[in-house]
């Protein structure tokens, strides 16, 4: 009876594969059965025949999948695994500048992959996952090579991207074969990193769809799970550190659970005296003029990541070999800066009235800024064109900032009507040049009566969720009146900061048009050059 | 150590397949050597519901069809007749493509029972049926391969002419003696005399030789049938061909080739007349390259010359000539 009950289980379990074999040697059967009842010469035949058939169906099928991968897929790409022995990785803790606290987390890790084996005997758990987060160019990879060369053991570094592929079971299987890879080596030397990077592009949370969208990804991301899990069974050494740039919010939870990825490290972009310690590390490898102030770079670099200080040093030997300079400068350093921030220079032809109105409605946009500004300095005005724009006037923070004060937000708006105020002052009329100006105006204004309740009235909360996040029918839910109060208030803040802005530039035309004579001769000033200029009216920033 | 957990099912499975596939074709052939007859006969019987007679004799099979009203009143082959004969081919063919007999021609006899007088003939060589099923030959190629004769059987003949010669001598009652006079005849000696004739095979092994003497021969009338040149300025009379054996050394082959010019041109395209050595290079250019492709194709190498009878002279060209000849290293100039 229980014999009965097991292999009742047994076909129920196992029907699928029941149903093929059977199926297979049936087929199998009837073809020998077929061949046997074929005259001898037409067996033969037929048998000396499918080797050529093999070989045309084989040839057929590497057509096909030629002329898919090649038409559909972008041509054929293997698997980009880069096995690098830990101590040839040439990137060491002293080369990675700035970011402290991260460096401290991942030394950590370092101390706990060489203390493998202690860890185990008190028992304790190894770290199995390092997940990365942060904005791109930060130096996660570089993090990552540093954890594996002061471990000294093999690091497996590859794309996420390359893992997935059209045909679902793919990337499954390449994550298998990784992980096989480092298990071997964990084996035979102790420890093993695989290094995944971008893994958002499997990380991310898994979805159904009809359609069988994303079940690559996450068949992908499944076998990454069971392969960490696997681990832990197992016992190797094998840590996998992955880093993304997507929010820590994006990622699937599963992966984010103790015994995955256990560490989290933060990698933002760097600070102030980061950013000083990165261009003095960068600048090292140049030659460049000793005069050149790299505190006052750093803070012009405010926001900006490693990579990209890399790339301005990058940007600025190169300019300065054009230039057949044998050394750095500034001024090379602040081509690079610009073109990195404000795309190449194109000069527009502009007849000398076209010119001058632009040079006003520069000047007025400079002398608002740097006269009440709370939070930005001025690093360059031009009236030469850059990515469309007639001229502009370059500002950014003195020091990171991660929130606008309402003070901030209204000299925000004075900033952007000093350009249409200038204008106006000077030749009675405006131009269409205000048009980038108004939005931006228009847009803080709004933001600031609609979201964060810094009108004048007592209207508090956020509006705007009755706006475009909800949909027209959550906009309905808002009474026309209040949507009035709040247009109103707006329309009051642009009109208060239109007056401040009139009364200052009035109070300071004579700085106005120095700088449209300085701009009309020079084109371009640069941070020095304003604040001298400035500084002949007392008017220069305290440093 | 890390476990290699892969499945191997399907990989013994497929091995499996092929194995079973490979020991299936090791089978016996179809139509044993020792049955060849019993297999001819019952399988035109068991799957074409034809009666036919075998013989074997050496490296060819002879099959016998009696087919009834063979020929209608103009001559013309029967179509359910012809559809018999076809039949009769594709069984033949099949046994002795799948036999282990060393068979390399058949031959295929059909008779109208109630006018034995006229025969048709047909023989063909094996290899030839082999390459033709392995797309090895076009249709075209492969019907050009078979020799067919429609004639009256030797033995046939030689009765009357006994039979007339007894009654000129006023010989009654002589059918007894004029059967064991055509019997007692000697073997036959060429392809030509291959025949049934009183329920009797009169039939000898083919040989390569003079099967592809009477090919050629046969498509040197289909030459001057069908070449717009040829057919233009001549009609073909008689053309044989044989292949006479040399005790001392290679054989020979010998085409006897009577055509006479036409009166006059059968259509004139330039409005030119050819001239004497023309003509002459004309016909020998399509000689020798109907000789000397046909013998390539079959790779016949064991002869030494190549004769050519006309009624107005007797051309004897080598084998090195002839092959000279098909590779464009010889002009037909230097031939004639």
């Known amino acids: ?543 | 150590m890390v476990k290699n957990t892969r499945n191997k099912g399907p990989a013994r499975f497929i091995f499996l397949v092929l194995c079973s596939l490979i020991i299936s074709g090791c089978g016996a052939p179809t139509y044993p050597k020792n049955k060849i007859y019993e297999s001819v006969v019952s399988l035109c019987k068991k799957e074409y519901r034809i009666d036919v007679d075998a013989k074997v004799t050496g490296n060819t099979v002879a099959v016998y069809l009696p087919a009834e009203n063979l020929f209608d009143a103009v001559f013309n082959i029967d179509p359910i007749a012809s559809k018999k004969i076809n039949d009769v081919i594709l069984g033949i063919s099949r046994v002795v493509i799948s036999t282990d007999a060393t068979l390399d021609f058949y031959v295929v006899i059909a008779q109208d029972p109630k006018m034995p007088e006229v025969e048709i003939v047909y023989i063909r060589y094996v290899d030839d049926v082999k390459r033709f099923l392995l797309g090895g030959l076009s249709r075209g190629e492969y019907g050009k391969r078979a020799v067919i004769a429609i004639k009256t059987p030797p033995q046939a003949e030689r009765e009357r002419i006994i039979k007339e010669l007894f009654d000129k001598l006023n010989i009654k009652d002589a059918d007894e003696l004029i059967k064991g006079y055509v019997e007692a005849e000697e073997p036959i000696s060429g392809i030509g005399e291959i025949s049934y004739w009183n329920k009797k095979f009169f039939i000898k092994e083919v040989s390569t030789s003079e099967f592809l003497a009477t090919q050629i021969a046969e498509r040197i009338k289909t030459a001057f049938r069908e070449d717009k040149d040829l057919n233009k300025w001549y009609e073909a009379k008689t053309i044989d061909g044989k292949f006479v054996e040399n005790p001392g050394g290679e054989g020979n082959f010998v085409f006897t080739v009577n055509f006479s010019d036409r009166v006059a041109p059968l259509y004139l395209e330039s409005g030119l007349e050819l001239g004497a050595q023309a003509k002459r290079a004309l016909v020998f250019t399509r000689l020798f390259g109907i000789v000397s492709e046909t013998l390539r194709a079959y790779r016949f190498k064991d002869f030494g010359n190549a004769e050519f009878i006309t009624a107005s002279e007797k051309k004897v060209i080598t084998k090195e000539e002839i092959w000279r000849f098909k590779e464009g290293k010889t002009k037909i100039e230097d031939l004639i």
């Open chain 1, 1 to 543: 009876m229980r014999s009965h009950k097991k292999i009742k289980i047994f076909f129920i379990e196992h029907w699928v594969k029941i149903l093929v074999i059977v199926g297979a040697l049936a087929v199998t059967a009837l073809a020998i059965w077929g061949l046997s009842t074929m005259e001898s010469f037409y067996r033969n035949m037929t048998l000396a025949s499918i080797p050529l058939q093999l070989l045309m169906v084989a040839l057929n099928a590497m057509i096909f999948v030629y002329m898919y991968m090649t038409v559909f897929r972008g041509g054929f790409s293997k698997l980009d695994k880069g096995l690098i022995k830990g101590d040839k990785v040439a990137v060491g803790f002293k080369d990675v500048v700035g970011m402290e606290e991260s460096k401290q987390e991942a030394w950590e890790v370092v101390e706990l992959i060489r203390d493998h084996r202690r860890l185990k005997q008190i028992g304790g758990k190894i770290v199995r996952g390092i997940l990365m987060l942060g904005p791109p160019g930060c130096g996660k990879t570089y993090l990552a090579k540093a954890i594996a060369n002061e471990a000294k053991i093999p690091f497996i570094s590859m794309s996420a991207s390359s893992f997935v592929e059209v045909f679902v079971g793919v990337g499954a299987s390449r994550v298998r074969k990784v992980f096989k890879q480092a298990r071997r080596l964990a084996e035979a030397n102790g420890g093993c990193i695989v290094f995944i990077d971008e893994v958002d592009s499997i990380a991310t949370r898994r979805g159904f769809s009809y359609l069988g969208g994303g079940m690559e990804k996450d068949s992908t991301q499944n076998q990454l799970l069971a392969e960490m899990d696997g681990l832990k069974e197992k016992d190797y050494n094998v840590i996998v550190i992955a880093a993304t740039n997507a929010p820590e919010t994006e990622l699937d939870e599963a992966l984010k659970r103790p015994g995955r990825f256990d560490r989290k490290i933060y990698i933002d972009k760097p600070s102030l005296e980061d950013r000083e310690k990165l261009f003095k590390y960068y600048m090292a490898k140049v030659k460049y003029d000793p005069l050149i102030d790299i505190g006052r770079l750093a803070r012009q670099a405010v926001y900006k990541t490693p990579a990209d200080i890399m790339n301005i040093v990058k940007e600025s030997a190169l300019i300065a070999t054009r230039n057949k300079r044998d050394m750095v400068t500034l001024k090379d350093l602040t081509e690079a800066i610009d073109r990195i921030d404000l795309g190449i220079k194109h000069r527009k032809f502009m007849t000398p009235g076209e010119k001058e109105m632009v040079a006003y409605h520069e000047s007025g946009h400079l002398v608002v800024l740097y006269l009440i500004h709370p939070t930005d300095d001025v690093f360059k005005a031009t009236i030469i064109s850059h990515k469309g724009a007639l001229g502009l006037v370059q500002h950014q923070p003195k020091e990171e900032l991660h929130t606008r004060s309402k003070e901030a937000l209204l000299t925000d708006i004075r900033v952007s009507l000093g350009g249409y105020v200038a204008e106006k002052m000077k030749y009675n009329t405006t131009s269409s040049g205000v048009s980038q100006d108004f939005k931006t105006a228009m847009a803080v204004a709004h933001t600031m009566v609609w979201s964060l309740g810094m009108g004048e009235s007592n209207l508090v909360g956020d509006y705007g969720i009755y706006g475009s996040e909800g949909g027209p029918a959550a906009a309905s839910f808002l009474a026309e009146s209040t949507k009035e109060q709040l247009n109103k208030e707006t329309q009051h803040i642009l009109q208060n900061c239109l007056k401040d802005t009139e009364v200052l530039l009035k109070k300071e035309w004579n700085i106005v048009e120095r700088f449209v004579k300085e701009l009309l001769g020079k084109e371009e000033l640069e941070y020095d050059e304003i604040d001298a200029i400035f500084k002949e009216y007392g008017k220069e920033h305290k440093k």
